[in-house]
């Protein structure tokens, strides 16, 4: 490491002591003051680490959680950045803070699709794993197409790093690449002839241009596709989800590969998730009995189907931020046979979209057929999401434009189960407002 990184590094580490010691923060400026002295230091970084890129729209954070812990169970250091600060100063956050390490580490990194190509201009990952695309913030991503193409300009700059995708998203299947392949997906053996909903995202024949038919949909535009046109159709997949067995709110009882996994968080969306944590798993070379034992943890995730005690009331808090996972989170939360109160918190920073637009795909009526005795609407921009849940068909909701009040309003619900949806920058403040009350340790880790 050159004296220029050496300084780099010691001044982020004391700014991180200091406001990780003063302020519970600092994920993000620790970062953007090492950079600025050393715009290269992930270059120097990276040489102490095997790194896997994970990215994706929707189940980076947790994807990358299970990773870890799958490969926590053959690496004795496994670095990562937990709370999904995911652009480049918060992975340099990620490296200046690590302990020091006496050999070559494992790097499981969670990168935001539109910084990949930032990344591997200094580090050189083994290997990607992507997830899906999905339409997401598109003032800042575009359509899904544009998307993939910021990913695949991070990817040419490492041509022999495996490729770890999503095998039932088509997309993934569009380009040749010079990579090796490792694709996951839901096993299948219909021959059913299916259509996705016209409004679906992707479902144009990358070859023909044709509508694309499914053996089989998962959800959205996932699952067993073929054109009938050309022929095109989904790759073969090396690791496959065979049966589920079970779904509640909070687990998953699946088969992979025909072995049985507990996966202790709910919904189809978060199968897909474990499936590449343990796709990759097994391309570190971990062996599938102990990737059960890494599943097997019930420990939540930061803002991903976190159960929060506050007071006598139990309140599930998940990230949501585009209607296909928002739609999945619905379906997932309608698995749950007891009455529930709902609550969603809509911010529009830069960090959650500035379009809210996307809450208008959200399938809200479904929610009319639970018992659900109390909404509750918050955030910057609480009136949009109130207009909406109106316009479902849900006549009264609490308010709050306040999120001060959001944990006052929590304890006066009627239910004992509280599901509360949030964007990225809501779910930092109500964490740090948790913190504050000492209902969880710490609100931004």
């Given amino acids: 490491m050159s004296i220029r990184s050496s300084i780099a590094e010691i001044a982020g580490r004391s700014s991180y002591w200091f406001l990780h010691s003063f302020f519970h923060g600092g994920s993000s400026l620790p970062g953007k003051i090492t950079t600025r002295i050393d715009p290269n230091i992930l270059k120097a970084f990276s040489q102490k680490y095997d790194v896997v890129i994970v990215t ?38 990620t490296f200046i803070t690590a302990p020091k390490a006496k050999q070559k580490g494992l790097a499981v990194i969670e990168v935001d699709e539109a910084y990949v190509v930032q990344i591997t ?16 913030q598109m003032d800042r991503y575009g359509e899904i197409y544009t998307t993939y193409d910021k990913i695949l300009k991070g990817v040419a700059l490492a041509p022999k790093a495996t490729i770890i995708a999503n095998g039932d998203d088509q997309i993934f299947n569009t380009k040749e690449l010079p990579n090796p392949i490792i694709y996951f997906g839901f096993a299948n053996n219909s021959s059913a002839d ?7 995202d992707g479902l144009l024949c990358p070859k023909c241009h044709h509508i694309l038919h499914y053996h089989k949909i998962v959800y959205a535009n996932l699952g067993d596709y073929y054109c009938p046109h050309c022929g095109f159709k989904r790759p073969e ?27 202790g968080i709910g919904g189809v969306y978060n199968i897909y998730n474990a499936l590449a944590a343990y ?58 046979p007891e009455p529930f109160s709902f609550g969603f918190l ?100």
């Avoid at 201009?121 to 997401?136: E, H, K, Y």
């Avoid at 506050?310 to 989170?329: A, F, H, Y």
Wanted: hydrophobic letters at 40%; proline letters at 4%; one cysteine or more.
């Fill in 56 to 93: 994706g729209t929707n189940g980076k954070t947790l994807t990358t959680a299970l990773s870890v812990r799958v490969a926590q169970e053959k690496y004795q250091q496994v670095l990562t950045n937990p709370t999904g600060s995911n652009m480049t100063q918060g992975i340099v956050t």
């Fill in 279 to 336: 796709s990759l798993g097994r391309f570190l070379g971990v062996p599938a009995e102990q990737i059960q034992h890494a599943f097997a943890s019930d420990k939540k995730v930061f803002g991903r189907q976190e159960v929060i005690p506050i007071d006598d009331k139990e309140v599930t808090l998940i990230l949501v931020k585009n209607p296909v996972g928002l739609n999945q989170v619905l379906d997932m939360i309608l698995t749950d």
């Fill in 346 to 445: 809509l911010n529009a920073n830069y960090a959650d979209g500035i379009d809210t637009s996307w809450i208008w795909d959200g399938n809200f009526e479904k929610l009319l057929d639970h018992d659900i005795p109390q909404f509750m609407t918050g955030g910057e921009r609480y009136k949009d999401i109130s207009t909406r849940l109106t316009m479902a068909g849900i006549d009264e909701m609490w308010t709050c434009p306040d999120l001060n009040q959001v944990i006052d309003q929590i304890k006066q619900m009627p239910t004992k189960h509280v599901y509360l949806l949030a964007t990225y920058t809501a779910v930092l403040q109500v964490r740090k407002l948790l913190a504050d009350e000492h209902y969880i340790q710490g609100g931004m880790d």
């Fill in 194 to 200: 299916l259509q996705a909903p016209a409004n679906t």
């Fill in 237 to 263: 997949l090396t690791y496959q989800v065979t049966d589920i067995k079970q779904l509640t709110p909070t687990s998953s009882e699946v088969e992979i590969d025909g072995d049985a996994y507990h996966i």
């Fill in 121 to 136: 201009r200094q580090i050189t990952p083994i290997a990607f794993v992507f997830t899906n695309l999905f339409r997401d």
